[in-house]
């Protein structure tokens, strides 16, 4: 008997000390009531599997927008700590990135000998080449450095010359000169010069040391990410930008970076999907899976079926490669609930995008893979979870050394991380997470995330924001998006004044017991006083706390521009550029 039990603890040990395979993929702007294990009305095949034979969480918690959460989950700060709340990093040409204090999971993860890939969208930063996924431990990068971009074109931000192509790998743009002649669109650099000068010197600048034959089509050495066909001169000088949907050639990439791994090496993908968010766009065979009345909603669970699409081949990817998914932790969730003013379902919650009720930062989030103990594969799990707490799990399964902390001396904050593996992989009966503060403003001004689009999102700017204790929610300060939007939003009943209702304020707080009411239909504060109290004790602990400062750097769109104008029309690190 002792010695059953004593090989029962080295197999425990082992499975301990064996560094998995850490895949997150991560969706954008997708609510809790798009997946199909949520929501019938949507095909997702793969996630529906994925979640039935792995672990469910049901109280697992995001920042309210984008860039928040992708930052905590990289660092493992809570919002408090982020200068990414300020305002999402919007509009990018803003020169700011996640603190370069925090190190960042891939740089840690290095430490035990993990090679590191990002995948699609970044959202951190890239005024300067310091901020780019490969300075922060990423050991390859691959898709797009801002918050969001067309699917098709990947063109963001609108300059003099034309909108900007968003779209890098590792330290350069990612262009390429083989675009169908159909695909092509006029170098920028090109147009600019032709309506300085004229066609024909614009050309000649193009066509400087392109290759000797004129029957082929070959690099612009005068314009950069530009090339000229001779054989074609009615098309003349293209930018070098294939034609792609990204919710098909991100995970491809992912696939290929699969394929090409070696499975003694522990690897770290981040696959930042850029499904769901807007602009709302899907390929025809996605969009015609769905037939609503309603062409927005087939658009947008075309959409979410293109996910699933992602996830199902990540996953094949892993379980084809010969002893890789037997030692794989894959993990899905996405950033924050749907925008409901766009498009998206975070039914049953209230609010959505922006907003700190359920709606906006209760997501759904499941674990499976082959690392995941058998005994666990179809359970659910409410214990609470925060998207912060990666940074410490991930950290304490590679074995790296302080898991829980930063021992970089410019780290302004501590992460707040909790090792959840003990509790997923059902080691541990409850999650060691009791409190998750989902947000606490103190900016000396208004910034968009307390008041955007002519809207409230979280009012005051100091003093304003949310804890959660065990099964009570407190919410101080007055919050936007205070109404349930159904099924799907916008729809035909849509009201645009939903978005500007309010509840609860900084005198009069809102409590809700979010384990009975997830929808927050009951405000319970004037029924429990001394709970109210006890909370706000709690939540103004984080008044002293480290908060990023209040002001913004000023915008430099033109210098944006006139670098990316440069890279042939591609953005990039605009700061030392030129």
């Not at 669109?185 to 000649?204: G, I, R």
């Not at 409901?340 to 674990?367: H, L, Q, W």
């Not at 109290?533 to 480290?546: E, P, V």
């Not at 913004?552 to 104008?565: M, T």
């Amino acid at each position: 008997m002792m010695l059953r039990a004593l090989a029962v603890c080295l197999a425990a040990a082992h499975a301990v000390a064996k560094k998995p395979h850490i895949i997150v993929v991560l969706t954008d702007d997708l609510g809790w009531n798009a997946p199909g294990y949520n929501n019938p009305d949507l095909i997702t095949p793969a996630l529906d599997h994925l979640a039935a034979t792995g672990v469910k969480l049901t109280s697992h918690y995001v920042y309210r927008y984008c860039s928040p959460t992708r930052a905590a989950l990289l660092t493992g700060r809570g919002p408090v700590s982020l200068v990414n709340v300020r305002e999402n990093f919007n509009p990018v040409t803003l020169p700011q990135g996640t603190d370069l204090g925090f190190t960042m999971l891939p740089a840690r993860l290095a430490e035990a000998g993990y090679v590191s890939h990002q995948v699609g969208k970044w959202h951190q930063g890239f005024h300067t080449a310091a901020y780019l996924p490969t300075a922060r431990g990423f050991n390859t990068s691959y898709g797009f450095l801002a918050g969001g971009e067309d699917h098709f074109t990947q063109q963001n931000i609108a300059c003099p010359w034309g909108k900007a192509t968003d779209y890098w790998a590792n330290d350069a743009p990612l262009a390429s000169c083989d675009v169908p002649p159909a695909d092509r669109q006029p170098c920028p650099q090109w147009t600019v010069e032709e309506k300085k000068t004229n066609a024909s010197h614009a050309d000649s600048l193009c066509k400087a040391a392109v290759g000797s034959s004129a029957s082929t089509v070959a690099p612009s050495s005068g314009y950069k990410n530009c090339a000229y066909d001779h054989a074609k001169a009615s098309e003349g000088c293209f930018q070098c930008k294939p034609k792609r949907y990204t919710g098909y050639d991100l995970p491809a990439h992912a696939v290929s970076l699969i394929r090409d791994h070696d499975v003694a090496v522990p690897m770290f993908m981040y696959l930042a999907l850029h499904n769901t968010h807007a602009p709302i766009e899907a390929p025809p065979e996605y969009e015609g899976l769905y037939h609503f009345d309603q062409k927005l909603r087939n658009t947008f669970d075309g959409m979410v079926s293109v996910v699933d699409k992602a996830v199902a081949d990540v996953s094949a990817a892993l379980k084809a490669k010969q002893g890789m998914w037997e030692d794989t932790l894959l993990i899905w969730t996405t950033d924050n609930g749907s925008p409901v003013s766009t498009g998206g379902s975070n039914y049953p919650f209230k609010g959505g995008k922006g907003s700190i009720f359920e709606g906006g930062v209760r997501v759904p989030m499941f674990i499976n893979g082959g690392f995941l103990p058998d005994a666990m594969r179809g359970k659910i799990l409410d214990g609470k979870a925060a998207v912060w707490d990666y940074y410490a799990t991930f950290l304490t399964l590679a074995g790296v050394a302080n898991p829980t902390g930063d021992d970089n001396p410019l780290s302004p904050a501590s992460p707040d991380s909790y090792d959840m593996w003990p509790y997923w992989s059902g080691a541990a009966a409850t999650s060691p997470r009791t409190d998750i503060l989902l947000d606490h403003l103190m900016y000396n001004r208004t910034t968009s995330a307390c008041y955007y689009d002519g809207r409230v999102q979280s009012m005051p700017c100091s003093g304003s924001g949310a804890l959660i204790s065990g099964n009570m929610k407190l919410i101080v300060g007055e919050i936007g998006q205070a109404e349930w939007f159904g099924q799907f939003s916008p729809n035909a009943s849509y009201c645009p004044s939903a978005m500007k209702l309010t509840q609860c304020s900084a005198a009069h707080p809102c409590l809700f017991n979010v384990a009975v009411d997830g929808q927050e239909s009951n405000d319970i504060s004037g029924e429990h006083p001394d709970t109210v109290a006890a909370l706000l004790q709690k939540y103004h602990a984080y008044d002293t706390h480290w908060h990023p400062p209040s002001d913004a750097p000023a915008d430099e769109v033109d210098l944006y521009c006139k670098v990316a104008l440069q890279n042939g029309g591609f953005a990039g690190p605009w700061r030392h550029a030129l």
